[in-house]
Structures are given as structure tokens and as C-alpha cells.
């Protein structure tokens, strides 16, 4: 039977892939509000409540192997990390350390996640905002009016269109992931001393992942919002210099735009993600709660 702190890799892709395509075909109406919100052209300009679907095409095609990376390299990670604190234990006879060193752990683990996940993550990410936002009437046109640069930009340059705002996307989920998950380790951990028991529920995960989740989206909306105005600028833009449009143009409010519709899909997501993850996980390792 795995446990906590030995996954099984099979069960992590398979969990994964299925709670990142879940969450995100469930929620994507929310998500396309919020992306219209923090669009510099305006909610209504940019759709308003019509077309809340469009660009549903690169989610579905992103979501499984996103979130499939992010949930083996994480749990692999923790894993690794985990046996060879306890290594260290044993061999230095340091004592038990799981109350400083397994926040930690947590944090690098779910960091190393995002950046396997973004690989998959920022191209849908840039072709789904631009469907979103009117630019483009569906993810297909989206994806076909990137491609359709490269005699003038070349293999590099379209390469460069697909990964735009990388840097900033993983300035904002390494943050993001790095309050939520610790926060649902932490919770998920609680559960077990005060229970007595080893495994965790799929409600319980869904209820942890949902708190976790929306803390951590409230605390990082500012760089959601820098994400947002980089990938469906025009041009590609730095990010000081964007940064300084935005409060010239806007005000500090600007980085706020959306916190609401973005807290109420991530609280929820958190809900479905780790919830429907938590369920399929123990099912295939045959973890008892």
C-alpha cells in the first residue's frame, strides 16, 4: 500500500491528470470572467458574460498533461526528500525533524511541481486568455494566429509568442503553490493525529485544498493580474515596464482586478482538484481511511 510519504508514481499521473482536467472543464466559466476582468481592454470589450466557453479546446488539451507533471515531479520529490531526512535520522541519530524539515520539503517539492507544469501550463495558458478576451473567436484561431507568424518571426519567435509570461507565470504559482500546499500537508496532517487514522478522505482533502486554495489566491492575485496583461498584450512587454503602465494607467486597484471571481474559482478548484485527487489516488493504491 502506498502511503503519504511513498507514493506510488503510476497512481500520481493517473490522479493528476484526471483532477487537472476535471477542475478546470468545471470551473472554466469563472476562470474566463476573471481573465475578462483583468483584461486592459475591459470586461465588457473584452466578452462580458457571452462566450464564457471559448478556448475551452486548449484547457482540455492542457489540463491532464499539466497537471499529470506537476503531481509526479511533486510527489516524487516529497518522496525523496522525505526518505532521505529519515535517513539522516537514523545515521546521525538527530532525533525526529518533520515538524521544521516537512513544511519545507513541501515547499520544494510543490515549487519543482510548477516549473514541469508550466511547460505545458503557459502555452494553454496563452492561447486560452486570448480565446477568453475576444482576441480570437476560439483556441484554434488563437493557436492558428501564433503560427501563423512564422515566416515573419521564425521558429524562435513562435516559440518565444507560445512561452510568453513564463517568467511571470512561475513568479506567480511557485508563490501560490508554495502557501497552498503546505497549508493542506499541514491540515491533511492534523487530521491524522487528531483521528488516529492513516489515510485521508476525499471530502477531507476537498475541504483542506479549498481553504488552502483560497488563501493562496487572495495573497497572489496582484501577479494573476501581471500574468493576465502580459499574455494578451500586443507586443511582449518586460515586466518593470509593464508593471509601471499598470499603475500609471490604473492605479494599485488595477492588481486587485478580478480577486473576487479568481478567490471563488480557486476555493472551489481547490475543492475539486485535491478532492477528486485525494479520491482517485486511494482508490488506485488502495489506501484505507
Given amino acids: 500500500m502506498a502511503t503519504a510519504n511513498q507514493p506510488s508514481f503510476t497512481a500520481a499521473l493517473l490522479s493528476g491528470a484526471l483532477a487537472g482536467t476535471t477542475v478546470d472543464l468545471s470551473?472554466?466559466?469563472?476562470?474566463?470572467?476573471?481573465?475578462?476582468?483583468?483584461?486592459?481592454?475591459?470586461?465588457?470589450?473584452?466578452?462580458?458574460?457571452?462566450?464564457?466557453?471559448?478556448?475551452?479546446?486548449?484547457?482540455?488539451?492542457?489540463?491532464?498533461?499539466?497537471?499529470?507533471?506537476?503531481?509526479?515531479?511533486?510527489?516524487?520529490?516529497?518522496?525523496?526528500?522525505?526518505?532521505?531526512?529519515?535517513?539522516?535520522?537514523?545515521?546521525?541519530?538527530?532525533?525526529?525533524?518533520?515538524?521544521?524539515?516537512?513544511?519545507?520539503?513541501?515547499?520544494?517539492?510543490?515549487?519543482?511541481?510548477?516549473?514541469?507544469?508550466?511547460?505545458?501550463?503557459?502555452?494553454?495558458?496563452?492561447?486560452?486568455?486570448?480565446?477568453?478576451?475576444?482576441?480570437?473567436?476560439?483556441?484554434?484561431?488563437?493557436?492558428?494566429?501564433?503560427?501563423?507568424?512564422?515566416?515573419m518571426i521564425g521558429l524562435m519567435g513562435v516559440g518565444r509568442e507560445l512561452y510568453r509570461g513564463w517568467s511571470v507565470t512561475i513568479m506567480r504559482e511557485v508563490p501560490f503553490t508554495v502557501i497552498q500546499f503546505p497549508l493542506w500537508e499541514s491540515m491533511k496532517e492534523y487530521k491524522r493525529r487528531t483521528s488516529g487514522r492513516e489515510g485521508i478522505s476525499g471530502v477531507e482533502s476537498a475541504l483542506f485544498g479549498s481553504a488552502a486554495g483560497a488563501v493562496a489566491a487572495g495573497v497572489t492575485t496582484p501577479l494573476d493580474v501581471l500574468k493576465t496583461r502580459m499574455m494578451l498584450a500586443k507586443e511582449k512587454t518586460a515586466v518593470v515596464p509593464l508593471l509601471k503602465q499598470i499603475l500609471r494607467d490604473s492605479g494599485p486597484k488595477a492588481f486587485f482586478a478580478g480577486i473576487g471571481p479568481r478567490i471563488m474559482w480557486i476555493s472551489i478548484g481547490g475543492a475539486v482538484f485535491l478532492g477528486s485527487y485525494q479520491t482517485v489516488y486511494n482508490s488506485l493504491t488502495n489506501d484505507e481511511v
Fill in 27 to 151: 470551473l472554466y466559466p469563472l476562470d474566463t470572467l476573471k481573465t475578462r476582468l483583468q483584461s486592459s481592454s475591459g470586461f465588457l470589450a473584452s466578452g462580458g458574460f457571452t462566450g464564457i466557453y471559448r478556448g475551452v479546446g486548449s484547457a482540455i488539451v492542457g489540463s491532464a498533461p499539466g497537471a499529470a507533471l506537476f503531481f509526479c515531479t511533486y510527489e516524487s520529490t516529497k518522496s525523496f526528500l522525505y526518505k532521505r531526512r529519515k535517513a539522516q535520522e537514523v545515521s546521525g541519530g538527530q532525533g525526529e525533524l518533520g515538524e521544521w524539515t516537512s513544511p519545507v520539503e513541501h515547499m520544494a517539492a510543490a515549487s519543482l511541481g510548477e516549473v514541469a507544469a508550466c511547460a505545458v501550463r503557459v502555452p494553454t495558458e496563452v492561447v486560452k486568455q486570448r480565446a477568453q478576451a475576444g482576441l480570437f473567436p476560439s483556441s484554434i484561431l488563437a493557436l492558428r494566429g501564433i503560427l501563423g507568424q512564422l515566416g
